[in-house]
């Protein structure tokens, strides 16, 4: 049995997000650490208005210092990881849990991935979940609309990525189809062709980076590919600012690594819920499930046997 973990993206903060860390010196310490990088307390900011929680240059760096939080109180008490899979975002924070990247250094690629995507596109954007409409019926409503696939979850489940007005010719024409929409609480057209310039200006800031190769696999969002060398992660996180997640390919990479238990380790549950779905009889939770993190530790050591 090997343990794969799984990094949250945007979309599950909230005001409990760190209540299972309250007792976590290592948390803690981490939490401490990113004020100071930061600028700004990560308890503060979610103890403040929701809405800043996704405002997108407050989030990417809030949801990595949670996971690196997170990770640093778990690490202790988890068996070896075998690999790990982050979902957009949360790619980024794989890297540091694969030990490419440390905490620091994470917290600051956030904000400059932030900062870049913020910038790409002067006009409002975002991103739609569509679910009960095939892939090719989907890519014909993004090319009349002009909109892109932003992550494909599954044969039927997608996220659409464009900006306001576009989105809103999609879900009508989606709807039309017969498909369920749901707005995400995203603020920028990730994984599109509108974050072409955010790609331009992140590349070279992450091959400046202190990015190592990782030392386990981190599976590329684009195509859900085994990721060992520095060079191909830096090729991995700047393709996936324009390029689909492909999440089900990684979800299904994770098996063919020999992942048999699956952990995700952010605020929410999203991705351990798609990972059952798509893979039944996987034992996979999320830390998110428990009322602390010994209990999650304890559920995989179970598993693990």
């Known amino acids: 049995m090997s343990l794969g973990i799984l990094c949250s993206g945007?979309?599950?903060?909230?005001?409990?997000?760190?209540?299972l860390l309250r007792r976590e010196p290592a948390a803690q310490a981490v939490l401490d650490r990113t004020a100071l990088v930061m600028g700004r307390d990560p308890r503060a900011l979610v103890a403040g208005p929701a809405a800043a929680m996704h405002c997108n240059a407050v989030?990417?760096?809030?949801?990595?210092?949670?996971?690196?939080?997170?990770?640093?109180?778990?690490?202790?008490?988890l068996p070896p990881v075998r690999a790990v899979a982050g979902y957009s975002l949360g790619e980024l924070s794989a890297y540091h849990v694969a030990g490419a990247l440390d905490a620091d250094e994470l917290l600051r690629l956030a904000m400059r991935r932030a900062e870049a995507m913020d910038r790409a596109?002067?006009?409002p954007g975002g991103l739609l979940a569509v679910r009960g409409v095939d892939r090719a019926r989907l890519e014909a409503v993004c090319r009349d609309c002009g909109a892109d696939i932003a992550i494909e979850n599954g044969a039927d489940r997608f996220v659409v990525g464009g900006r306001r007005p576009t989105l809103a010719l999609v879900e009508q024409a989606v709807l039309a189809l017969g498909a369920a929409v749901t707005p995400l609480p995203v603020t920028v057209a990730s994984h599109t062709r509108l974050m072409a310039p955010a790609?331009?200006?992140f590349s070279p800031i992450l091959a400046a980076s202190g990015l190592q190769a990782p030392p386990l696999p981190v599976l590329a969002g684009i195509d859900g590919t085994p990721v060992y060398t520095r060079e191909r992660a830096v090729?991995?996180?700047t393709r996936q600012l324009t390029e689909t997640v492909a999440w089900a390919a990684c979800l299904d990479g994770l098996i063919e690594m020999g992942c048999t238990v699956l952990l995700e380790t952010g605020p929410c549950n999203a991705?351990?819920?798609m990972a059952?779905?798509?893979?039944?009889?996987?034992?996979?939770?999320?830390?998110?499930?428990?009322?602390?993190?010994?209990?999650?530790a304890t559920w995989v050591e179970r598993q693990i046997g």
């Not at 945007?10 to 209540?19: A, K, N």
């Not at 059952?276 to 999650?296: K, M, N, Q, T, Y």
């Open 235 to 237: 090729a991995a996180l």
């Open 271 to 273: 991705l351990a819920r």
């Open 121 to 123: 596109d002067p006009e």
């Open 199 to 201: 790609a331009a200006e």
């Open 59 to 77: 989030a990417q760096p809030l949801l990595c210092a949670v996971q690196a939080a997170t990770w640093a109180a778990l690490r202790p008490h």
């Open 276 to 296: 059952a779905e798509r893979h039944p009889g996987l034992p996979v939770r999320a830390v998110a499930d428990f009322r602390s993190l010994s209990g999650a």
């Open 10 to 19: 945007q979309g599950g903060q909230g005001p409990g997000m760190l209540d």
